[in-house]
């Protein structure tokens, strides 16, 4: 990513946090700026067009030079998708709440130790993730080799893990049943940060409004609301 473009996105440093994030794991496909509103395209498991503005006139007249080349949009906020649904129906939509940790914000250290996980243990993350619909075993294996993850290990056995999504965000926490009620997600979520602060990376996370189980551990841990984006594929 440029510098130029780098320092546009830094100017709206909350909504921009995947759009950052997205573009440093993957290439720049397309630039469409209007004023200070931008869409950018790149592919992860689609392509998708990524959203950063405020300005309503400024996107409609984005989305007419666009022409829609893709029928993927992430990074939306309610107000956009008049814009994107003039013509258009929305097949499927995933809303979240994205939640923050200041880089101030302090974190106490985990007390039961997570480490790495390998591009081998794609299939079993897969198979136990709640978001089927929405992912493969190829772009886990994908984040896995890209970025930072983190897996807890009981027994021998592979316990609880979480890894990022394609926009860095912090994601796919899971502990499997029998598991569950002893910490271990909230220290596999807290090692997942700290190697986000050891990279010196944004660290923010993306949780479904009814998950009230995951929103109040991310809360414990010192992450605040910033706002509701969704991702939408139009037909």
Request: aromatic share 12%; hydrophobic share 35%.
């Amino acid at each position: 990513m440029d510098q130029e473009l780098l320092k546009l996105l830094e100017s709206k440093p909350l909504q921009s946090l995947p759009v950052i994030g997205f573009f440093s794991n993957y290439p720049v496909e397309k630039k469409i700026q209007r004023g200070a509103f931008l869409l950018l395209t790149g592919t992860s498991d689609y392509l998708w067009a990524y959203l950063c503005g405020d300005n309503p006139e400024e996107l409609i007249t984005i989305l007419e030079d666009f022409d829609f080349e893709t029928s993927y949009f992430a990074n939306v906020e309610d107000w956009m998708i008049p814009a994107l649904t003039q013509n258009r129906k929305i097949e499927w939509k995933l809303t979240t709440h994205r939640y923050y940790l200041s880089p101030q914000g302090k974190i106490s250290p985990p007390s039961i130790s997570s480490h790495k996980l390998e591009p081998s243990m794609a299939r079993q993350i897969f198979e136990n993730s709640a978001y089927k619909d929405f992912t493969s075993e190829e772009y886990i294996r994908d984040r896995l080799e890209k970025d930072v993850s983190a897996g807890v290990w009981v027994n021998g056995q592979l316990a609880g893990w979480g890894l990022t999504h394609d926009d860095s965000s912090l994601g796919f926490l899971n502990v499997m049943p029998e598991y569950r009620g002893q910490g271990l997600g909230e220290n596999i979520l807290i090692g997942l940060a700290l190697q986000k602060r050891k990279q010196e990376k944004p660290v923010f996370v993306n949780v479904e409004p009814h998950n009230q189980q995951s929103i109040k551990l991310i809360k414990k841990i010192g992450f605040s609301f910033d706002r509701e984006v969704s991702w939408i594929k139009l037909v």
